[in-house]
């Protein structure tokens, strides 16, 4: 049976990053014909080198209208892959800039498709739109719900605001438009960088540098983790199956705390440094997991990769190509 994306013409814009790269590689499986509009930085530089001959690639900065209205001209769908995305530290310390710059991005690339008649649209949300207030599992209609958690304000008050904003867009120009939000990201290509990188990259980074892994709190916050493939699947499928402008959760299926998240790699890095507390910061949500039931009615998702083989792949992808790279 003929894939629906054979022989489409997809603009995967970050598609060098975590996301994006994957997303890439998927769409190609599936016989798509891919652009990628993205910033190129030294961690990715060996990932488009590899697809070089098979993606057209357009390097640029999204937060100018000019060069959006360039990466979308005679595309048939577009998936917003790009944004500003940084862990808890960074987001902490520089709010506005997240609200900003997420804003300016997402505004742009949606304006681009809208004036250059593409109808299918893929904007990714996250459940950090989710205050800790709301019910956990968390269902969609909590995505609007009370305030988002503070420590990454800027950050979800943007993913909000661009939820909205693809929602207007499809009532007023007509667009099909998914809206999926994510569960936390990881896998191999993460930002494993001392000043933006998440909790997992974080983690594993210390770790294999022989640094004591550091947790913000006791540890007992928890968290739904879910895997790259498993992610770009399903932001597949919501674009093919659910363009509708109606968020859907595409998420892990169980939590974990983040004390056990460290102990479980500690335990797949074999390796015995203790774990640093620093009960003064802030811990953010005390449980955010997501209600994935809409997405495995809708879409059929499920996710096939738990987190101790997902984890396995991530750290067997760091030894062998960061930190060989360095040595």
């Known amino acids: ?38 910033r190129l930085q030294r961690r990715n530089v060996s990932w488009v080198q590899t697809y070089q001959d098979r993606v057209e690639c357009m390097p640029g900065d999204l937060t100018e209208p000019d060069v959006c209205e360039q990466c979308c001209q005679g595309m048939d769908i577009v998936m917003h892959a790009a944004g500003k995305v940084a862990g808890v530290p960074y987001n902490l310390a520089h709010p506005a800039d997240m609200l900003t710059t997420n804003l300016r991005i997402d ?55 661009g939820e909205v904003q693809a929602q207007l867009y499809a009532a007023e120009h007509g667009m099909e438009v998914a809206i999926v939000r994510l569960s936390n990201v990881y896998g191999p290509r993460d930002d494993f960088s001392e000043t933006t990188a998440h909790v997992i990259a974080t983690t594993i980074r210390n770790v294999l540098a022989y640094q004591p892994p550091k947790i913000w709190g006791n540890g007992d916050q928890s968290r739904s983790y879910l895997y790259v493939a498993d992610a770009v699947r399903g932001l597949l499928l919501a674009t093919e199956k659910y ?66 083989e997902g984890l396995e792949k991530t750290i067997t992808w760091y030894r062998t190509t960061i930190t060989r790279a360095e040595t």
């Open 243 to 308: 363009p509708k402008a109606d968020p859907i959760n595409i998420g892990g299926a169980s939590e974990i705390t983040l004390h056990e998240l460290v102990c479980l790699i500690l335990q797949l890095t074999e390796s015995d440094l203790p774990i640093l507390f620093d009960t003064a910061r802030p811990v953010g949500h005390p449980r955010r997991l997501a209600d994935s039931r809409k997405a495995q009615s809708l879409l059929g998702f499920q996710p096939r990769v738990d987190i101790k």
């Open 107 to 161: 505004t742009n690339v949606i304006d681009a498709a809208q004036k250059v008649g593409i109808k299918r649209y893929l904007y990714i949300s996250g459940v950090t739109v989710y205050s800790p207030t709301v019910p956990v599992p968390t269902p969609e209609d909590q995505g609007l719900v009370g305030l988002p958690e503070a420590s990454v304000s800027g950050a979800s008050w943007a993913k909000r605001v």
């Open 1 to 38: 049976m003929r894939s629906f994306w054979a022989g489409k013409r997809v603009l995967v814009t970050g598609g060098t990053g975590l996301i994006g790269s994957h997303l890439v590689e998927l769409l190609l499986e599936n016989q798509a014909v891919v652009r990628i509009a993205a």
